[in-house]
């Protein structure tokens, strides 16, 4: 299984006819790039894949992507994703959005796609605001007015500040109980590639959280470049405890697989979709039908 | 021997009151009699008052039935409550032990110690609401080793319990027969063959439709009175190849049956008011990608959480304008237990030949109720499918503009030609666009095609003379109720017609038009406020309607409709 | 001279081109003209073609124009796009460095070297916008002292940019005056007595309105094109007492506004289409709850996502019957940047006043766009206050049946008279209560309390004369152009006559009954594909209207209206 | 400040004239009395006291108390409680709710009230179970077919089992950054008292999981009276990483003060509504317009 040898595919099959609309600059292309090339990596063929986006400038990504994509509204991609693999588990489904998108309006999917263990690989392009509405603070903006100082157009909604203490993904989906939970930064190409084809080879739900500085509403390139830096070497990816201490205490965006475990994925506890023959599913119709004569 | 006869139980919850009913109509339908029934259940989830009625009768049974033939009251309160709604020459059954009836120069009254057998002879408060249905099976004429066979094959496997089951039977024909002359009450058997009739409720018979439909994705969130059509389909759906997934909120639900949608798959889900509120957003989106899928609302009282075990139609207007912008769907509403086998059908199938969300309106007391009926034949509606791409990459156009405004689908894993499906506006191609052209030829696209879905037959039943002095319409529901007041109207020499449509949208205008060109006058009756289908017809026709409208959360009785009926034509 | 001049500049998003349109029209506002905006951002966050159109004159101003007088292309690709829209005899300005045009016989063409005055003479990209802005200006004949005290007033503060932009205007100016002829494009300076007018966009209107009301608690979630109420809030709210909280999402800023007000303070929050639809589960517990509260709702190109920068007037029947059950509330509409203001303070006094959901329909034009308005006057609209309770416990009934339908108001904290408000069906004590006769009264108590505001004066307006060949009826932000419309087919002889419904439900019936009782034809003309004001009449009157839409996302024109009136008018 | 000895009021005070509908046993009724004692040790004038809940047998207990209640739609106590705190927060607001308004239906909501620190307490009544529409699984019920044994009636929905892992509510806050975390059991009602006593008076968001059994359709009274316990002796509530270690693997049910932190609540970050006299207003809104002339 060595797929880089064995790869027919480049990662350029998987860019579509559209040209990405994003601002010159935007972190979101960073991600959309390292997706093709772990697309690439595992071969996989275009027509098996589906991603599923809500509504943001990352939520525009499956359009520039030349698999199946689903664009639905603001903040539903889980679910939606959900119906999507187990209605056929032959698909690769791979859900993207934005901090808002998830952890906002769609916050009260995401536990849920998490303890189901859906098998889908969800990438939360995290820029710290709201992109395409055009520089709210979001989730995940920083308390107070360091975010003021920052960027003078961010965040329009709170002249005195963001009064809110950002959410910490990484903690919650640990809480939820994930299996498989990462960090990269799009500016960091090679290893946001191997982190998805890590977390699309994954059999259960495998969260990503990309770092993915808008350059025009919050322009965090400069301080994130200074504050990231790789898990520590010791790292033990099976220890939620020590994930969760980090998490909440990390003065530095550590990027790398923070955590994994073994869980069997929804659709082979549930079952899925599959085609019964005509003259069987009538049969069994009638069998229950008996109950009730 | 009586036409039918109408039955009602009260007591205290949680004494088996509700299992007299399932108890009593499983064995009348067994029977072949034509079974019909109707509960309220109370506020409480445990103990509280509340009242089972069964309507049973050999000719057709359309309506919970109005004043009652038989009451039982098992005690005081539950006697007070429900005295009133037994007829003059009706038969009271009391616990006295537990009840003191007033005289009655009018009204049949004998005692029945239900408590006392229980407590004396029985020994085992089990049983009560078999005795209790031995009580009531002696009087309308089951034969006593029907009824022990009856108990033998639902208690059979549970040794514990059948013998103190049998004892009930004992005792109930045994007091029965000694005190309770049988004056024209009883029933005839009606020799059926085995397996040819079943007993469902509006919910049971929905999910069977579906399973017959080809549904393979279901995904759904709890609420009163929905709840069961998950609750059954987890039991069974697996085994047609299909998967349900109890879902984290009714926005989850919709969602993922728009993922199992785009992802080739039949799928539904169900729900009632506050869950379809919750549902419109997605539900727009699903216009917006022309998805096939089914949403079943089972209607309850509102408005807000209402009376969640109350009936009501009230869900019209929402299920037909409840979008933002213009992004329309189809909507049906079946008529009764039998109906909402094939009308469920009929939505998967419109579903799949539109290419659209489709909303089936069923109501409380249609999910709830039970009724015994042919044995639903699936044979009777041919399943569709949706029109699929013949792969051909270049031309493929997912939004193609055709003549009846359906494009070819492509499914993922299968063809090769991918394509993203948004809720932006997009062209033909699906690429978002939001040029003035594009806009306006999108928009035509899907409105004239669920349009164009006016003219499927079978979305329409009338009844009555050709011309008549009165035209009633009505919807759902309470077609029971209508068409039983039609019938009484009939005998008593008024000439009156029914329109049912079970298409609510696209509102069959044709057959409207033409039904109220051939009546004098027309009267919606609905159980809404505001007359929801009422409004429609108006809007669309722009032709005046009478409105008969019930709104306490009670269905219909076909006595109600009757008098207004009566009402009007007097008023001529 | 002009009556009033119709400019149009197109180009690159980002290189300044929406702030010329900024400048210009607070620099036009300034001259005392009337100023009325419109843009078509692009669908690109940055870059992307883009256009800014502003008209201005010294009459009435009612809508964004037809042809254009003024097309300023800064490239070919706008050039292209737009040269169609200038009118014959109108004049094209064009950057000779980015675009060749074709020779026009009709039209006056100048090449004006934007880029290569920037690059050369001012040497920083930066002022571009005020460059363009002082060739209008002179073209215009805004007084050039004028433009640069203009400029002074608004970069005074900042060192870097204003000698930057005093360059621009004098090379702006001069350039002008050398090349290109001023013939009949001067408008006159009108004087004005300072700060009495303003230059506001819709939803900042509809934001100083809230504030005159009473607005103490606001929640919301951002989406276009009705974010920026909640921005302008966020800065301002807190200087009368009032509190911003952006929330979660759409349901949960609902859910707090519900909360505020039953803790008695006004409160409200503002979306568009897919935030509406989300809404509507807490929009049915408000009505049930009977609490003041109001709903902003700019509406967009639909369905789902749609054309989010786009306009549509599509979300009428959503925000009259999106609602399970029948749960009514108002539902208004102001019509242009001023009546913004008066509306929705009219809004939160009847939500008040009848302590119920009050719906404020506008739409992604009125919203986004300037225009230069007579200071608004809070003092005109008498600020209403809820009934309270007078603190008596024994008689205290929250719900209680009055002859209005209104019932006194507790509020914790303040009164004794501690009440639990249920979305579940309640009695006049508010105990929950599911009989039969509660919920039908208390039905038709929640009903006729919101038709009764149909009585409500004020909210009609008529135009025309008092019998026509033709009638008008429009709604929201349709009046301006239908109204200049109908101004010039008067012009042209033609009797015609004008209803504006600023309430659209509970729907004005008497006035229109008696509207369309003095024209010979009716018209709805709506922005949207299925005539949802149409229907609405058509059901409340069952009397057939003609339609004219216009759904492809843009704004009307007065020239749509116009020969849409034409047409009509020689089918006679 | 000894509450208990200045009281004027009785629990009985607290008490409104409807009769609790909910089924005899079940453990509701002490989460009930629980809060009316906790009521008058703190002695709160009623007419000050808002009880917010949603849809649940749970959500019925409003109606029982004699304060003002808002009786909600299903899952949206929280963004109503902020409402009602931040128009007037003098009031004491309490939010109740069950496990599946809470984490399901309401999932969403619970992060950012516990991000923004909305001074309120959330008293969940967890019973494992979807009470009110009789049976069905919630969030928290035990994954697999343990459920079912212990209770024939449950679960009416997993003929197979519950397929999903459970969510465990107090890792999740703790992820979320809740200032004050707590559990209680309605059979153990001292306690419960007074947690919830501590909770009223936290300065901002108290979370109480209340385990409160259903006897109707997942009784678990025999199971969890076996399985409580109290938190060590040297329990520290500072401590959030225990706290979280704890929460992830206990194997019993732990009772008392999980975790407390001070932050500033959200009405003395951002401001709450206040009355400001006419004339300043009218003169405010006038400065405003004056930027617009
Ligand atoms: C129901 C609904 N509410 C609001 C919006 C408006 N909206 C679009 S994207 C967005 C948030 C964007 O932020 P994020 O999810 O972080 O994505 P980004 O643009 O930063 O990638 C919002 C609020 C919407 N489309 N639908
Ligand atoms: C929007 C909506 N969906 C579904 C329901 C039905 N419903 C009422 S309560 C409930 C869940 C009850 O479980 P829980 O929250 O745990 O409360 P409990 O009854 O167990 O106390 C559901 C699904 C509803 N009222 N509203
Ligand atoms: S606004 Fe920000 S997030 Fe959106 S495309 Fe531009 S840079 Fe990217
Ligand atoms: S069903 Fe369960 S939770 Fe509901 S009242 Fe009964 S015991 Fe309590
Ligand atoms: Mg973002
Ligand atoms: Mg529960």
């Known amino acids: 299984m060595t797929d880089t040898a064995t790869a027919v595919r480049k990662a350029s099959d998987y860019k579509s006819e559209n040209k990405p609309t994003w601002c010159p ?38 359009e520039f992507a030349a698999g199946y994509g689903l664009h ?39 536990p849920h796609a998490v303890r189901r263990n859906v098998d889908i690989t969800y990438i939360v392009m995290d820029n710290e605001v709201y992109g395409l509405t055009k520089g709210q603070p979001s989730p995940t903006t920083p308390q107070g007015m360091a975010a003021v100082k920052r960027s003078p157009s961010m965040p329009k909604m709170a002249p005195r500040g963001v009064p809110e203490m950002p959410l910490n993904m990484l903690a919650m989906v640990l809480a939820y109980g994930g299996s498989f939970i990462a960090r990269g930064f799009s500016s960091l190409p090679n290893q946001l590639v191997d982190i998805l084809v890590q977390g699309i080879r994954h059999p259960g739900f495998s969260f990503v959280q990309a770092l993915s500085p808008c350059i025009t509403f919050y322009d965090t390139y400069d301080l994130w470049k200074g ?12 220890d939620r405890v020590r994930a969760f201490d980090l998490a909440l205490n990390e003065e530095k965006f550590h990027l790398g697989l923070w955590h994994r475990r073994d869980r069997p994925p929804l659709h082979e506890v549930l079952g899925a979709a599959h085609d019964v023959p005509a003259p069987e599913r009538r049969a069994a119709l009638e069998r229950v039908m008996d109950a009730f004569a | ?127 009560k609401n078999v005795l209790a249905f031995a009580v009531l099976a002696s009087l309308a004429g089951v034969p006593r080793d029907f009824a022990e066979t009856f108990v033998r094959q639902k208690f059979g496997k549970r040794a514990d319990l059948l013998p103190l089951n049998l004892a009930a039977i004992q005792h109930g024909y045994e007091f029965a027969q000694a005190h309770i002359p049988a004056n024209g009450t ?27 439909s080809g549904l393979q994705f279901f995904a759904g969130y709890p609420i009163t009175p929905a709840s069961d059509i998950m609750e059954f389909l987890s039991h069974h759906l697996y085994k047609v190849g299909g998967v349900v997934v109890q879902a984290e909120d009714e926005i989850a639900s919709l969602a993922a049956v728009i993922g199992a949608s785009f992802a080739g798959r039949k799928a539904a889900t169900a729900t009632s008011g506050p869950g379809l509120s919750l549902m419109v957003e997605e539900m727009g989106l699903a216009t917006m990608q022309e998805l096939p899928l089914v949403v079943i609302d089972a209607q309850r009282g509102g408005p ?165 002095d009165l035209g009633l319409i009505c919807w759902g529901g309470t077609e029971g109720p209508v068409r039983e007041a039609m019938e009484r ?84």
């Open chain 1, 227 to 238: 504050v990231v830096e790789q898990l520590p070497a010791d790292w033990n990816p099976q």
């Open chain 2, 489 to 572: 109207a009939e005998e008593k020499g008024l000439r009156v017609a029914l329109l049912v449509p079970k298409m609510l949208w696209p509102l069959p205008e044709r057959a409207l038009t033409q039904f109220m060109g051939s009546v004098k006058k027309t009267v919606v009756v609905e159980a809404n406020f505001s007359g929801q289908l009422a409004n429609l017809i108006q809007s669309r026709l722009c032709r005046p309607v009478l409105r008969c409208n019930r709104y306490d959360g009670m269905p219909f009785t076909a006595g109600d409709v009757l008098s207004y009926i009566e009402g009007v034509a007097n008023h001529d």
């Open chain 2, 186 to 212: 009883h029933l005839p058997v009606v020799p059926q063959e085995e397996g040819s009739q079943v007993l469902l409720t509006g919910n049971q018979a929905i999910s069977l439709g579906a399973m017959a």
């Open chain 2, 304 to 468: 807000s959480t209402g009376l969640p075990t109350r009936t009501e139609q009230g869900d019209l207007d929402l299920a037909v304008y409840g979008r933002h912008g213009d992004a329309p769907r189809i909507v049906l509403a079946p008529t009764d237990v039998e109906d909402c086998f094939y009308t469920t059908m009929q939505a998967f199938n419109l579903a799949e030949k539109y290419q659209t969300p489709v909303i089936l309106l069923s109501d409380n007391h249609l999910s709830q109720r039970s009724q015994a009926i042919p044995r639903p034949d699936p044979a009777r509606v041919p399943v569709a499918d949706r029109e699929l791409t013949d792969g051909d990459r270049e031309r493929f156009h997912r939004y193609a503009v055709t003549e009846g405004g359906v494009s070819p689908f492509a499914i993922p894993g299968v063809h090769n030609t991918p394509y993203v499906a948004t809720g932006l506006e997009h062209n033909e191609r699906a690429h978002i666009d939001y040029s003035p052209q594009t806009h306006e030829v999108m928009m035509r696209k899907r409105q004239n095609k669920i349009l164009a879905a006016e003219h499927e037959s079978g979305f329409v039943r009338r009844y009555g003379p050709a011309e008549a």
């Open chain 2, 1 to 127: 021997m009586p036409r039918d006869l109408t039955i009602r139980v009260a007591g205290e919850n949680g004494e088996g009151l509700l299992s007299v009913g399932v108890v009593s109509s499983q064995a009348f339908a067994r029977m072949g009699l034509n079974v019909y029934t109707f509960n309220t259940p109370p506020a409480e989830i445990k103990g509280g008052s509340s009242m089972v009625q069964i309507r049973v009768g050999e000719g057709p049974v359309r309506s919970q039935g109005d004043a009652l033939d038989i009451l039982m009251a098992w005690n005081q309160e539950n006697y007070d409550f429900h005295i009133d709604a037994l007829r003059p020459g009706g038969i009271l059954l009391y616990d006295p032990g537990e009840c003191r009836p007033k005289e009655s120069g009018s009204q049949r009254q004998y005692p029945v110690p239900l408590n006392q057998i229980i407590r004396e002879q029985i020994k085992n408060p089990r049983p």
């Open chain 1, 25 to 62: 600059g935007c972190g979101d292309f960073g991600v959309l790039s390292a997706l093709f090339k772990a697309f690439a990596q595992l071969d996989l063929d275009p027509k098996k894949i589906v991603i599923v986006s809500g509504i943001g400038c990352s939520g525009r990504l499956p």
């Open chain 1, 72 to 110: 639905g509204v603001h903040g539903r991609t889980l679910p939606t994703a959900m119906g999507v693999k187990l209605a056929n588990p032959e698909l690769t489904v791979v859900a993207v959005g934005g901090d808002g998108d998830g952890f906002a309006i769609g916050g009260g999917h995401v």
